[in-house]
């Protein structure tokens, strides 16, 4: 049987490995964050510049509304 010390011995171990799992996982949600907010502002710079070309008048034909060439 495992005296007082051994048990507070296993759990300070057993925190610290916690502590470090806690600590990474911390670092990639950090990580995705900071790529998630990057790629929502592309996709916003995106949308703006389709709605500029959009309201230019030039021709912007949607690819989906085109008939195939063999039609």
């Known amino acids: 049987m495992k005296t007082d010390a051994e048990k507070i011995c ?14 990474l996982l911390n670092e990639v949600v950090t990580a995705q ?8 502002k592309r ?9 500029t070309l959009k309201n230019k008048g030039e021709s912007f034909d949607d690819p989906l509304s085109e ?3 063999h039609y």
């Open 67 to 69: 008939k195939p060439p």
């Open 10 to 23: 296993d759990l300070e171990i057993a925190l610290a490995h916690l502590q470090r799992q806690y600590d």
């Open 43 to 51: 996709i916003t710079k995106w949308e703006q510049t389709v709605e």
């Open 33 to 40: 964050s900071i790529q998630l907010d990057r790629l929502q």
